[in-house]
T-cell receptor, first 115, second 113 residues
């Protein structure tokens, strides 16, 4: 029962490097989202998707890109890493459509450090 | 745009005492409200939700929450705290006509033995 799988679990980058954080879910959920968690800031929504081919910006989208080519996968791309992007990143998914009241299932997070 | 406030960064409660973790929200439409718990080095786990109906909702691990529309609050409660309840708790809101789910900053709950 995999649920939401995030890879890698840990990553260290140098300023200016790019990378992709992977997220996959096996529950056929339509809604997927990316959050970053910082001390004292809680969880802030980066981008979200209500289905394949549809994405939208959240509260803090700058410096990040997403795409949703399949229902299962929702990768998050850092185009040019900056120290301010040092954080723990969580991917989440939930069932049914845009106006769903279903709770989200979260991955275990990716801990990213930018030097 | 919707928003969530958790006014307490940390709450300390003696084991066996009742606990309350506060949450207030702001939406322009009808709210969907959620509570999640996070243990160290893990993702968030769902505790309970309010969608409509009875203002008192019950969830996992003996937790419950009371929806108060006039005060725009959704406080998390438990009658008797356990040491194992120590964790980080998040309140979240989704406006019924929007897709975004917004979280509060979290409240760290310490249950003292």
């Amino acid at each position: 029962n995999a649920g939401v799988t995030q890879t890698p679990k840990f990553q260290v980058l140098k300023t200016g490097q790019s990378m992709t954080l992977q997220c996959a879910q096996d529950m056929n959920h339509e809604y997927m989202s990316w959050y970053r968690q910082d001390p004292g800031m809680g969880l802030r929504l980066i981008h979200y998707s209500v289905g394949a081919g549809i994405t939208d910006q959240g509260e803090v989208p700058n410096g990040y890109n997403v795409s949703r080519s399949t229902t299962e996968d929702f990768p998050l791309r850092l185009l040019s890493a900056a120290p301010s992007q040092t954080s723990v990143y969580f991917c989440a998914s939930s069932s049914t459509g845009p106006y769903s009241n279903q709770p989200q299932h979260f991955g275990d997070g990716t801990r990213l450090s930018i030097l | 745009a919707q928003s969530v406030a958790q006014p307490e960064d940390q709450v300390n409660v003696a084991e066996g005492n009742p606990l309350t973790v506060k949450c207030t929200y702001s939406v322009s439409g009808n709210p969907y409200l959620f509570w999640y718990v996070q243990y160290p080095n893990r993702g968030l786990q769902f505790l309970l939700k309010y969608i409509t109906g009875d203002n008192l909702v019950k969830g996992s691990y003996g937790f419950e929450a009371e929806f108060n529309k006039s005060q725009t609050s959704f406080h998390l409660k438990k009658p008797s705290a356990l040491v194992s309840d120590s964790a980080l708790y998040f309140c979240a809101v989704r406006e019924s006509r929007d897709d975004k789910i917004i979280f509060g900053k979290g409240t760290r709950l310490h249950i003292l033995p």
